[in-house]
């Protein structure tokens, strides 16, 4: 089956996130010094994909372009206007403001990476599951700390998960046909580098240093692939 790898990633943080959610009754001074340890492991976990990257000049361009195109689409804004949307129709209308950044948060994480990319690619082309089996195993343990700091709204996180993984293992022979091997490695590095950075910036933001609007650098992911293409192209 195509979709196991990723339909077990989706479950593991569903489940992840409700353990999460149970463990929320604790207090608040202890729930604040662990929600700094996470923010500081996130912003180290950020460097290390940052530095991924081949070419900084691209990963530069792709996110100041893709900060502009977040901002004019406003993605962030329409992220709360969703968690408000799912607070009130959850009762908790005093948190959809955590659900977004929940959501945002756990989404990045669990998005952005060689992980997502490459196990999804071998359950597509190869039926091997193991990478995205693995990666279940980090996302559900995460979704569990990040959950019981963030709430709920990491939960929802599984959904755009496993689109993302699910339409690359469909997808994965149309990619590898279209795409050499070599290519497909430096788009792999320059979309974590960008991710990286702005995992960076979601640890600055649990971190409480001046927020980051994370959500409207997303257009730079896309836009990472466009210009590895059209660099390579060219070359």
């Known amino acids: 089956m ?6 077990v990633n989706g479950l593991t943080i569903i489940i992840g996130a409700y353990i999460g959610v149970k463990l929320q009754r604790i207090p608040e ?25 081949q070419e900084f000049l691209l990963v530069i361009f792709s996110l100041a372009l893709g900060g502009i195109l977040g901002e004019r689409m406003n993605i962030e804004g329409k992220l709360n206007q969703l968690g ?17 950044e929940g959501f945002v ?33 980090l ?4 979704s569990i700390i990040f959950a019981a700091t963030l709430g709920i709204g990491v939960m929802f996180s599984s ?20 795409v050499p091997e070599e290519l497909l490695d430096l788009m792999v590095s320059e979309i974590t580098a960008v991710g990286g950075i702005m995992i960076l ?16 650098l997303l257009p730079a992911i896309p836009l990472a692939v466009l210009f590895v293409f059209i660099i390579n192209t060219i070359a």
């Open 84 to 100: 408000g949307v799912l607070g009130k129709r959850m009762k908790r209308g005093s948190e959809s403001s955590n659900i977004a």
């Open 29 to 53: 001074k202890m729930k604040e010094t662990v929600m700094k340890a996470i923010g500081l492991a996130v912003i180290i976990l950020g460097i290390t994909m940052a530095l991924e990257g």
């Open 105 to 137: 948060a756990a989404t990045l994480l669990f998005v952005v990476g060689a992980m997502a990319i490459i196990g999804a690619l071998d359950s597509g082309l190869r039926g091997d599951h193991s990478v995205l089996l693995t990666k279940s195993v």
């Open 159 to 178: 959904i755009p998960v496993i689109l993302y993984q699910g339409s690359i293992a469909l997808g994965a022979a149309y990619i590898v046909a279209f």
């Open 2 to 7: 195509v979709l196991l790898g990723t339909l």
């Open 201 to 216: 910036a979601i640890g600055l933001n649990i971190v409480g240093i001046k927020p980051v609007r994370v959500a409207n």
């Open 139 to 142: 996302d559900g343990f995460s």
